[in-house]
């Protein structure tokens, strides 16, 4: 248990640390330094961020600072951009990095470089892309194809259909593409009724090809097709797959010349960047795919290089732990002001939250310290309608991260100044509140009448109006201090979505290192896994099981209730 991070002097003091600044208000920090905004901004690789909203000071981030270092954060680094098998519960490396290293430096796993299959995947997922692009790929009747369906789940949906959203001005004009991910027949069905069998190309995900979500979604979608086209050979040119397991592809019936391969080395929500981002290669063409890969690359060298204070992903990550850790924040709210970015809070869930949900140490300690954070969010001008409310008045801490892009991919009159004169006064809200003496000024009520209450010199009519507003004052009070960090870059283009990613993988690295956890394996899916697999076969079989529980009364009485009830 002494090798957890949390017993460390430097842990103690950021303890002690908290305490003082915990009676701070932000506006003060800002009274204190009118430089606060240069001293607490950073602009890399076309993104700025500015971070000075936040409940630190300069003493807080050199302790910080010295927690990474006591966690070994440059060493880890480095082990990380080695292809140093940190990824110790399953015995590998985590190499998203190599998947956009477009130095094409070598790295090695097991003493081979892997460059040379990273480049013959870009190269072939380049042919296929290109071939259905200009028409040259065709469905089995000879039609070219006008839809991609993206069959898979969890890190072989969230990333490339958020980044196919994202990157929509970018799509090519006869192309359209739907992600299939939940095994409820609803998504699937609701798919395919919109579709052409001719015209559709299905791409199967996953890493593991072991997924049931998926499997039994990619089944009926072949079915489906065959019963169509009426024909079994259909298959071949309208199934392509994405995987690490050739065989399990095979025997599903895709040959595995139409299959795109990647490596154990890549873990499932890091894995966008490899052949698992092929709708997205199709959609925007591989060029503009690379593009992504290049801005990722330079977010990895500036992560790689950049003293730890210098550095966005380790300010981000820094900042994050304070608040996990040392604020007892349980939330973060992800705001962006780009509404082609849609779907990046619920890509985040699972960045965030499959990679730092644990507390068990990769020694095998169990922490005494809170990890990671609850992500959610929504496009800021939707939210703002939504759940703001609990951001200005409620009664938790959210940290939450405001992403704004300066011009939006459409130019409509009047559109981007509401955007943007929103997004800056809500952080600015959130920050400063607004407190008693203002909120009195800003609703005009006498100071007289605060403290003595009704009065003969005022009319009746004007003593109701001051006496409803007093009645108001308490609620219409705003405390302030909710600290925001605020991301900026001036459009979204495929390069910069690259940067913008790389930056929150890199940041998700420095919070596990701080915690001194595993953040590429997922264990805690598993359970579930399980038990669903054990509850299958009843479901199959429509059998009541009132006798035999092997389940809790819960379960059983539920899986009763259910059967009793389907239609049959
Ligand atoms: O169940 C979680 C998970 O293992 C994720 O980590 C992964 O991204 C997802 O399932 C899909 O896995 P696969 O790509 O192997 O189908």
Same mark, same amino acid.
């Given at each position: 248990?002494?090798?957890?991070?949390?017993?460390?002097?430097?842990?103690?003091?950021?303890?002690?640390?908290?305490?003082?600044?915990?009676?701070?208000?932000?506006?003060?920090?800002?009274?204190?330094?009118?430089?606060?905004?240069?001293?607490?901004?950073?602009?890399?690789?076309?993104?700025?961020?500015?971070?000075?909203?936040?409940?630190?000071?300069?003493?807080?981030?050199?302790?910080?600072?010295?927690?990474?270092?006591?966690?070994?954060?440059?060493?880890?680094?480095?082990?990380?951009?080695?292809?140093?098998?940190?990824?110790?519960?399953?015995?590998?490396?985590?190499?998203?990095?190599?998947?956009?290293?477009?130095?094409?430096?070598?790295?090695?796993?097991?003493?081979?470089?892997?460059?040379?299959?990273?480049?013959?995947?870009?190269?072939?997922?380049?042919?296929?892309?290109?071939?259905?692009?200009?028409?040259?790929?065709?469905?089995?009747?000879?039609?070219?194809?006008?839809?991609?369906?993206?069959?898979?789940?969890?890190?072989?949906?969230?990333?490339?259909?958020?980044?196919?959203?994202?990157?929509?001005?970018?799509?090519?004009?006869?192309?359209?593409?739907?992600?299939?991910?939940?095994?409820?027949?609803?998504?699937?069905?609701?798919?395919?009724?919109?579709?052409?069998?001719?015209?559709?190309?299905?791409?199967?995900?996953?890493?593991?090809?072991?997924?049931?979500?998926?499997?039994?979604?990619?089944?009926?979608?072949?079915?489906?097709?065959?019963?169509?086209?009426?024909?079994?050979?259909?298959?071949?040119?309208?199934?392509?797959?994405?995987?690490?397991?050739?065989?399990?592809?095979?025997?599903?019936?895709?040959?595995?010349?139409?299959?795109?391969?990647?490596?154990?080395?890549?873990?499932?929500?890091?894995?966008?960047?490899?052949?698992?981002?092929?709708?997205?290669?199709?959609?925007?063409?591989?060029?503009?795919?690379?593009?992504?890969?290049?801005?990722?690359?330079?977010?990895?060298?500036?992560?790689?290089?950049?003293?730890?204070?210098?550095?966005?992903?380790?300010?981000?990550?820094?900042?994050?732990?304070?608040?996990?850790?040392?604020?007892?924040?349980?939330?973060?709210?992800?705001?962006?002001?780009?509404?082609? +970015?849609?779907?990046? *809070?619920?890509? $985040? @869930?699972?960045?965030?939250?499959? !990679? /730092?949900? =644990?507390?068990?140490?990769?020694?095998?300690?169990?922490?005494?310290?809170?990890?990671?954070?609850?992500?959610?969010?929504?496009?800021?001008?939707?939210?703002?309608?939504?759940?703001?409310?609990?951001?200005?008045?409620?009664?938790?801490?959210?940290?939450?991260?405001?992403?704004?892009?300066?011009?939006?991919?459409?130019?409509?009159?009047?559109?981007?100044?509401?955007?943007?004169?929103?997004?800056?006064?809500?952080?600015?809200?959130?920050?400063?509140?607004?407190?008693?003496?203002?909120?009195?000024?800003? +609703?005009?009520?006498? *100071?007289?009448? $605060? @403290?003595?209450?009704?009065?003969? !010199? /005022?009319? =009746?009519?004007?003593?109701?109006?001051?006496?409803?507003?007093?009645?108001?004052?308490?609620?219409?009070?705003?405390?302030?201090?909710?600290?925001?960090?605020?991301?900026?870059?001036?459009?979204?283009?495929?390069?910069?979505?690259?940067?913008?990613?790389?930056?929150?993988?890199?940041?998700?690295?420095?919070?596990?290192?701080?915690?001194?956890?595993?953040?590429?394996?997922?264990?805690?899916?598993?359970?579930?896994?399980?038990?669903?697999?054990?509850?299958?076969?009843?479901?199959?079989?429509?059998?009541?099981?009132?006798?035999?529980?092997?389940?809790?009364?819960?379960?059983?009485?539920?899986?009763?209730?259910?059967?009793?009830?389907?239609?049959?």
């Amino acid at each position: 248990m002494d090798n957890l991070i949390s017993h460390c002097a430097t842990w103690a003091a950021l303890i002690a640390h908290q305490k003082n600044l915990a009676q701070v208000h932000l506006r003060d920090l800002f009274a204190l330094d009118s430089q606060r905004f240069e001293h607490f901004s950073i602009q890399t690789s076309g993104l700025l961020l500015d971070y000075s909203k936040n409940r630190i000071t300069s003493e807080t981030l050199t302790l910080l600072q010295q927690l990474a270092t006591e966690a070994k954060l440059q060493e880890w680094i480095v082990r990380l951009f080695q292809g140093e098998k940190i990824n110790n519960t399953e015995q590998r490396a985590a190499l998203h990095i190599a998947l956009r290293n477009r130095s094409n430096r070598p790295i090695q796993v097991n003493g081979k470089d892997i460059m040379p299959e990273v480049n013959a995947v870009l190269a072939k997922m380049r042919r296929f892309s290109d071939a259905v692009r200009n028409g040259e790929w065709r469905g089995s009747t000879g039609k070219t194809i006008e839809s991609i369906v993206n069959i898979g789940i969890g890190g072989s949906d969230l990333g490339p259909a958020m980044v196919t959203r994202a990157l929509k001005a970018y799509h090519h004009p006869r192309l359209r593409c739907y992600f299939v991910s939940n095994v409820d027949a609803a998504h699937l069905g609701e798919t395919l009724a919109e579709l052409d069998p001719e015209t559709t190309l299905f791409i199967i995900a996953s890493k593991t090809f072991t997924t049931q979500e998926t499997l039994i979604n990619a089944q009926s979608a072949r079915q489906w097709l065959i019963n169509k086209l009426g024909n079994e050979k259909a298959v071949a040119k309208h199934f392509v797959a994405i995987s690490t397991a050739t065989e399990k592809v095979s025997e599903f019936g895709i040959d595995p010349v139409n299959m795109f391969e990647f490596w154990d080395w890549v873990g499932g929500r890091y894995s966008l960047w490899s052949a698992i981002g092929l709708p997205i290669a199709v959609m925007i063409s591989q060029d503009n795919f690379e593009q992504l890969l290049d801005g990722a690359h330079e977010l990895d060298k500036h992560f790689e290089t950049a003293p730890l204070l210098k550095n966005m992903p380790v300010l981000m990550g820094l900042i994050d732990v304070w608040y996990s850790s040392f604020f007892g924040a349980t939330t973060q709210a992800i705001l962006p002001y780009d509404y082609t +970015l849609a779907l990046f *809070p619920a890509y $985040l @869930q699972q960045l965030v939250m499959e !990679s /730092l949900g =644990k507390r068990i140490t990769r020694d095998g300690n169990r922490v005494d310290y809170p990890t990671g954070p609850i992500v959610w969010g929504a496009p800021g001008n939707n939210g703002q309608h939504a759940f703001y409310q609990l951001l200005h008045q409620g009664t938790h801490l959210v940290p939450a991260d405001f992403i704004i892009a300066i011009e939006s991919q459409h130019n409509l009159q009047g559109h981007q100044e509401a955007v943007l004169s929103n997004a800056l006064a809500q952080s600015h809200a959130l920050m400063m509140g607004r407190n008693t003496e203002e909120t009195q000024s800003a +609703l005009d009520i006498p *100071p007289h009448f $605060l @403290q003595n209450g009704a009065n003969k !010199s /005022l009319s =009746k009519e004007k003593n109701e109006k001051f006496k409803a507003l007093t009645e108001q004052l308490p609620h219409r009070v705003f405390l302030g201090n909710q600290p925001t960090n605020t991301l900026v870059y001036k459009k979204l283009t495929p390069y910069i979505l690259g940067t913008l990613l790389a930056l929150y993988e890199h940041k998700v690295f420095v919070q596990s290192v701080c915690w001194g956890i595993n953040p590429f394996d997922q264990w805690g899916v598993e359970l579930g896994k399980q038990v669903a697999s054990t509850l299958l076969p009843t479901l199959q079989a429509d059998q009541e099981k009132t006798t035999h529980r092997r389940h809790d009364p819960s379960t059983e009485g539920l899986l009763n209730y259910i059967i009793k009830r389907r239609t049959k």
